[in-house]
């Protein structure tokens, strides 16, 4: 325990607090901007899939700290070889969301971003359900005459890389737009849509097939695929069955079949939380439960 304090005291050493008389206004102009650039860093990553790979750091972090704390100098040196070349792969793995998130911010307007009004959520919030309304009219049209469909509606987790294999379209949700675009021998019947706020924003788009031994082998491409992206991501993932007729979503890596109208409205309902309050929820219910 004392090793553990005094590697505290080490760390934070550093850390003095300025006497009044020696504050200046530039000092509150740069702790704003540094807070506002490592909030809008960990936006960034919560927004891609770095996320999972910055959860991971931490945990070397954590181990890394534990190592030094009981002095495990075989892993420390480990660790100070690898550690520029996990630099470096980080960089390289990800420099094309890297130069995406440069190219957003020249674009982004910064005064907007921070001041939101609360009438624009609500109407956000309308048009959420006004779209998912159109994708279920849509979904339950087109069972019902067996047409296949796949139609990825995004969450947290952005899913550039798979929106690029397909054609860039950035139209209004509407349940005659996705009926069309899914009708047999159509250019862009082939593929998923991707859903973003509200907006169809590609069709035609290939999406990784799940390599999961417990699904059914009774399972098709489409199913495989929609399963296949939940497990990379935190999407919601409606799957019209072209055999069967069958709705189906899939969600967290798992499939639910043979759903309703109202099942699936419920699904897309969870669509519209983050992704952090669907897991406090779950937990919620399952203490009730008990």
């Known amino acids: 325990m004392d090793k553990i304090i005094n590697f505290i005291k080490q760390s934070f050493s550093w850390l003095t607090l300025p006497s009044l008389d020696?504050?200046?206004?530039?000092?509150?102009?740069?702790?704003?901007?540094?807070?506002?650039?490592?909030?809008?860093?960990?936006?960034?990553?919560?927004?891609?899939?770095a996320w999972t790979l910055?959860?991971?750091i931490i945990?070397?972090?954590?181990?890394?700290?534990?190592?030094?704390?009981?002095?495990?100098?075989?892993i420390l040196w480990l660790f100070t070889?690898?550690?520029?070349?996990?630099?470096?792969?980080?960089?390289v793995l990800f420099q094309p969301e890297l130069r995406r998130a440069l190219e957003q911010l020249g674009r982004k307007n910064i005064v907007s971003s921070i001041f939101t009004p609360s009438a624009s959520v609500e109407k956000t919030n309308k048009n959420m359900e006004k779209c998912h309304n159109e994708i279920v009219k849509a979904v339950f049209e087109m069972a019902k005459v067996k047409t296949g469909a796949l139609i990825v509606v995004e969450r947290q987790v952005l899913l550039n890389e798979y929106e690029r294999t397909g054609i860039a379209i950035d139209a209004i949700v509407s349940s005659q737009l996705l009926?069309?675009?899914?009708?047999?021998?159509?250019?862009?019947?082939?593929?998923?849509?991707?859903?973003?706020?509200?907006?169809?924003?590609?069709?035609?788009?290939?999406?990784?097939?799940?390599?999961?031994?417990?699904?059914s082998k009774a399972l098709g491409t489409r199913h495989r695929a929609a399963v296949g992206i939940s497990e990379v991501s935190?999407?919601?993932?409606?799957?019209?069955?072209?055999?069967?007729?069958?709705?189906?979503v899939a969600r967290d890596g798992r499939l639910y079949s043979n759903l309703s109208a109202e099942a699936l409205?419920?699904?897309?309902?969870?669509?519209?939380?983050?992704?952090?309050e669907v897991r406090k929820f779950k937990k919620l219910k399952g203490i009730m439960k008990k």
Not at 81 to 91: C, E, H, L, Q, W
Request: aromatic share 12%.
């Open 22 to 49: 020696s504050l200046r206004p530039s000092y509150f102009i740069e702790i704003f901007i540094l807070a506002f650039l490592i909030y809008q860093v960990i936006k960034w990553i919560k927004n891609t899939r």
């Open 54 to 56: 910055f959860k991971g």
């Open 59 to 74: 945990v070397v972090l954590i181990f890394a700290v534990a190592a030094y704390l009981l002095n495990l100098s075989t």
């Open 81 to 91: 070889k690898t550690f520029n070349v996990i630099v470096i792969s980080v960089f």
């Open 179 to 215: 009926i069309n675009i899914f009708e047999h021998n159509t250019p862009l019947h082939d593929g998923a849509v991707f859903v973003r706020d509200n907006r169809v924003v590609a069709a035609t788009c290939y999406l990784p097939l799940s390599d999961n031994e417990m699904l």
């Open 234 to 248: 935190d999407s919601v993932t409606v799957v019209v069955s072209e055999e069967t007729g069958f709705v189906s």
């Open 265 to 276: 409205r419920k699904e897309l309902e969870i669509a519209r939380k983050p992704s952090t």
